[in-house]
């Protein structure tokens, strides 16, 4: 059986390792002053974040169409593949995976659809631990993705909650939490779940505790810095992180300036991590 793998641009999977694993990534829709984009095209992510504050009117994000998925499995279709792995954001925080799995239906037990908990790498990681043993067979690629999310940490120091609270995908008792004496509220994302887990008053502080988090719970087997266009900060964490703990550090870390998509709800200048612990 030949398999092919689906997902969503809020993954945030390198334009180079989805090309290499053959993953097919839909986009989803950035709206800005009433236009649509497509993710990842006509604005660069630097640009966004700069113009982020500054909008009079705040931007806001749509998921795929049921057309733009169907396409996307068809394509696969016509090149072989005889069955698909659709995998995508959290349900709690987005109905992408909802309309997947609408227009999966369209190709009755040929298409897996998958709710990963998660967003950014920690939804990437999944997809790339599939891709990478999708010539095992469907049930191999299935144990993969849960093993990968079992031992998936994602963490955020976000630099105001403002953004989250417009957003409307947090509890209450989270968004109330950023705006106590203006401090940077420290997140954890956990199946599908924003959960507030420290605060800090400045951003020192919060570099601080985001690497003591990173260090905290044994050696890495995937890692990914990620940032919301704070990309000097995130340079300086990974020296840290080379400098103190090289060895329990995987070869290869990405360094990801986070999907507009993503960081329409989280705000600019914040940073954080998605890791797999071995």
Do not use: W
């Not at 500054?54 to 068809?74: R, V, W």
């Not at 509890?171 to 939490?177: G, I, N, Y």
């Amino acid at each position: 059986m030949k398999l092919g793998i689906v997902t969503d641009s809020t993954s945030d999977i390198p334009a180079y390792l989805a090309e290499q694993h053959g993953i097919k990534v839909v986009p989803t829709i950035l709206i800005l002053n009433g236009q649509e984009y497509a993710d990842g095209t006509s604005i660069s992510r630097e640009d966004f974040y700069t113009r982020l504050p500054l909008l009079e009117t705040p931007a806001t994000t749509a998921a795929p169409s049921i057309g733009d998925f169907a396409k996307a499995y068809e394509t696969l279709f016509s090149q072989g593949c005889d069955h698909i792995v659709s995998i995508h954001a959290a349900s709690q925080l987005t109905t992408i995976v909802n309309v997947a799995c609408q227009a999966a239906s369209d190709f009755p037990k040929k298409v897996t659809c998958v709710d990963s908990g998660s967003l950014s790498l920690g939804l990437g990681f999944q997809v790339i631990a599939a891709a990478e043993n999708i010539d095992l067979g469907l049930k191999a690629v299935l144990d993969v993705i849960e093993s990968t999310r079992g031992r998936l940490q994602v963490t955020a120091a976000l630099d105001t909650m403002e953004y989250l609270k417009r957003s409307g995908r947090v509890p209450k008792v989270v968004a109330a939490l950023g705006g106590i004496l203006s401090i940077k509220p420290i997140i954890e994302l956990l199946d599908g779940e924003v959960k507030p887990i420290g605060a800090v008053r400045t951003t020192n502080q919060a570099d601080e505790r985001i690497f003591d988090f990173l260090l905290g719970e044994g050696e890495l087997e995937r890692l990914a810095i990620l940032h919301t266009n704070a990309e000097p900060r995130v340079k300086l964490l990974l020296n840290k992180v080379m400098d103190q703990a090289r060895k329990s550090m995987p070869r290869d870390i990405l360094l990801v300036n986070v999907t507009a998509i993503i960081g329409t709800h989280l705000g600019p200048n914040g940073i954080g991590f998605a890791a797999i612990r071995k």
